[in-house]
């Protein structure tokens, strides 16, 4: 058998992993990392910190893995769209500017990440209260996300999490 | 098939139904159970959020008087409990579980009522929709 023959039926050991199931174990990261980082007397300051500071990096690549679906839908938000489409549309803005300011907030307020921010100590306190008013909205937010994405999260953890339907995939 | 999909859809519900209900109780009984709904009734300033509520088994004897705290306050006296500010407080471990159960019950209670209403709505299109030409 030639070379190339050989390596045409030799099995692929670098298979690239499928979108979905890349989203799914991200998605359950965010989760995860979220309601450990929710709770400060469970962590200690500085995990909490940290563990903020990732999620915010994890939140841009859960941003850029759905990007294509933010286009589109923003292009055609004020044209014919299911009305679940648009309230989804809604919320997802509402919980990226949450989040967003919770993690902006939370970097401004720091204190074992060794930043320096001397501009924002006189309003420090006021930057606080936004930050504990945003994690207290967040869960909510969080949980009507997740609800309305439910089934895709249930269709495919049972498709990739399953020992038995996992061999398949 | 259809109807098999329909049967897993009914059980998947019924099962974390039983599961919120469970992690309900669950959380009661050690103390864990807040109003999720209470955060948006408070004020961001007097009131008590997420982060702020006390627990009969978890809360330390030296803070079981109820008042408000902030975040920094709240991060510098982990080391006064006996516990460093860097390290894991795993007797916290119900605030994160309870966490868990709102996200699970808001599901739950988005699937027991969204899916009514949307078969209504669907239901009501369909009877106005135009009935076609013969």
Known sequence: MTAIAQAQTAPRRFARISKNRLNLYLDLMLVLAFVVDLELRFTGLQIHELLGVFFGAALVIHLILHWSWIVSLTRTFFKKLVHESRLNYVLNIALFADVATLVVTGILISRTLGLDLSAVQQSSRAIEQIHRLTADLSLLIVALHVALHWKWIVTHARKYLLPGRQAAH | ?134
Do not use: C, H
């Open chain 2, 1 to 134: 098939m259809a109807r098999r999909r329909k049967l897993n859809g009914i059980i998947g519900v019924l099962i974390l139904i039983a599961v919120v209900a469970a992690g309900g109780i669950a959380l009661a009984a050690t103390g864990n159970l807040e109003n999720p709904l209470r955060v948006l009734t408070t004020s961001s300033g007097g009131g008590e959020g997420f982060q702020d509520r006390d627990r009969e088994g978890f809360t330390p004897p030296a803070q079981q008087d109820g008042t408000a705290t902030t975040v920094a306050e709240r991060g510098g006296g982990a080391e006064g409990r006996g516990g460093s500010s860097d390290s894991i407080q795993w007797s916290q471990i119900g605030s994160v579980l309870y966490d868990v159960w709102v996200i699970l019950a808001v599901t739950a209670v988005v699937v027991l009522v969204g899916t009514p209403i949307g078969r209504t709505i669907k239901w009501l299109r369909q009877r106005g929709a135009p009935v076609p030409a013969t």
